[in-house]
């Protein structure tokens, strides 16, 4: 397995592995290809295995008003054959090693349990719009006092998450 950049050819082997890894939506897919063609900045990586995509990472840029205040990491993914098999604990891991991310504030909606393996934690500040109570908002490298609804681009949406499977964990956006 080989972690790179996105390259543009493999952009439609990335929306594909993300209506895979996100069944039912066509959310994650249609928002990184919605970024790509507005050409926003987003830094992401990918793992080929045998030729094939099988992960996908994207970090974008965090606002306070107009300022960029961090990244939001966001949309994280893992072909489901693939998936439990520590493939999306190396991408995450390499990419927090990267220098467009190492000294960064970060962010992420997320499931907790997974996130706070890699040093993300609990954030009260700043306010996430996707989440009620920032229950599963994390930040790392954080360091917000002031109280401010951060922002995403604005291809990211308030699409309502279904809720978890019983037994299942939350996913995240
Ligand atoms: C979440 C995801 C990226 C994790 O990647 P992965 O390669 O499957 O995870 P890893 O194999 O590196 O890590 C597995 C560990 O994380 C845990 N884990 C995986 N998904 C989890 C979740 N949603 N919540 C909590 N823990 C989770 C597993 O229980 C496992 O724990 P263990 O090491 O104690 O057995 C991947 O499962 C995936 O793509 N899921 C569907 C899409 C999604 O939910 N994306 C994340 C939100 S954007």
């Not at 107009?66 to 439990?84: E, K, N, R, T, Y």
């Not at 997974?114 to 996707?130: A, D, M, N, S």
Request: net charge positive.
């Amino acid at each position: 397995m080989k972690i790179q950049k996105l390259t543009v050819e493999n952009r439609p082997k990335v929306y594909a592995l993300l209506q895979r890894a996100f069944p039912g939506s066509d959310y994650e897919a249609g928002l990184v290809q919605k970024l790509h063609e507005k050409g926003k900045p987003i830094h992401e990586w990918v793992c080929i295995h045998v030729g094939k995509v099988i992960a996908y990472i994207a970090f974008t840029n965090a606002y306070h008003g107009s300022v960029i205040c961090g990244l939001h990491l966001a949309p994280m993914a893992v072909a489901p054959d693939f998936q439990g098999k520590g493939v999306g604990s190396e991408l995450l891991r390499f990419a927090l090693r990267q220098e467009a991310i190492k000294t960064q504030p970060l962010f992420v909606l997320g499931e907790p349990a997974y996130y706070t393996r890699f040093g993300f934690e609990p954030c009260i500040l700043p306010v996430c719009p996707f989440d009620r109570n920032n229950t599963h908002f994390l930040g790392m490298r954080n360091t917000t006092i002031a109280s401010f609804v951060v922002g995403y681009e604005p291809e990211f949406t308030a699409v309502p998450l279904p809720p978890a499977p019983q037994g299942k964990k939350r996913r995240g956006r």
